[in-house]
């Protein structure tokens, strides 16, 4: 895991808030009590802190700030996991690791009592390799898909998450102009193209991206546009070079600061939710 991400501290933050702090606590706010949330399984650096490590940090503080019965599901089949008490990351969906962390109760039967199909997640996290301007993500190939440069891991249930799922919060490790691209290669998750009477064209009446989440800016949507847009950057100076590391148009002049976290906020996240530093990969995080 990069550093910038999880040691260093963001300028100008209270009690020296990390990046991965800060995303998670804004994260958290936006999720309501009752709800259902849902985050795979993912391994490997940058993408795990992102695409698994925030996300349970974010919905895990949420209940301990301001939704008590709200339902975290990760990989779909451990129910409210007992996050505080990891000693290490899993690395697999079942591995001995997360199929032994205690938890109010594991799930491996469908339906059971949250069945996707049924439009019973609230909210779910994915990622991809492309974003682009109508919110579409790719994860299965590179190029012509007749004739791929690069073949990818495939579709992982980002169709669902992008069309079942109540919304989604798109999780993307690296913020470069390969990643944020005008149209995407392959539609693995579909966005917003048309804007929501797009979608409705499609059959698609609920869903779709809520916010795009990089290491240098959150990005919502104008859903009735279909259109990408700046809802705020992390730092002054990812005002600056922004644009240079995306691949459409985006003005980030004005975007305001992402959002700090408050010290009770901080406080939460490093002593109840992540006390041994295994989310985040604040190690140190007993001693603040």
Not at 18 to 29: D, F, K
Not at 189 to 207: A, I, S, T
Not at 274 to 282: A, Q, S, T, Y
Request: proline residues 7%.
């Amino acid at each position: 895991m990069s550093a910038n991400l999880n040691d260093t501290p963001l300028d100008g933050t209270p009690d020296g808030a990390t990046l991965a702090e800060t995303i998670a606590v804004n994260l958290a706010r936006s999720f309501a009590d009752g709800e259902v949330g849902f985050t795979g399984l993912v391994t490997g650096g940058a993408a795990a802190l992102f695409g698994t490590s925030i996300p349970l940090a974010a919905m895990s503080l949420a209940q301990a700030m301001h939704a008590p019965n709200l339902t975290i599901l990760l990989a779909g089949w451990s129910h409210n996991p007992d996050l505080g008490s990891l000693s290490v990351m899993p690395d697999s969906e079942f591995d001995s690791v997360l199929r032994d962390l205690p938890c109010d109760a594991q799930m491996l039967t469908y339906p059971g009592p949250w069945a996707i199909k049924r439009g019973d997640i609230d909210f779910g996290f994915s990622s991809g390799v492309q974003v682009d301007a109508v919110g579409s993500i790719n994860s299965v190939c590179i190029g012509d898909p007749a004739k791929p440069k690069v073949r990818l891991v495939g579709p992982i249930l980002q169709p669902e998450h992008m069309t079942l799922f109540g919304r989604e919060y798109v999780m993307m490790p690296h913020h470069a102009r390969r990643n944020f691209v005008e149209k995407v290669d392959y539609v693995s998750g579909v966005g917003y193209p048309g804007g929501l009477e797009g979608r409705r064209r499609l059959g698609l009446n609920h869903g779709g991206p809520e916010w795009v989440v990089t290491p240098k800016c959150v990005f919502d949507f104008d859903k009735e546009a279909g259109r990408i847009r700046m809802k705020s950057v992390h730092r002054a100076s990812d005002r600056m070079d922004l644009a240079e590391h995306t691949g459409f148009a985006v003005d980030a002049r004005n975007a305001p600061l992402t959002a700090a976290p408050t010290k009770d906020e901080l406080d939460l996240l490093r002593r109840h939710v992540d006390p041994n530093g295994i989310l985040l990969g604040r190690r140190t995080a007993r001693s603040l």
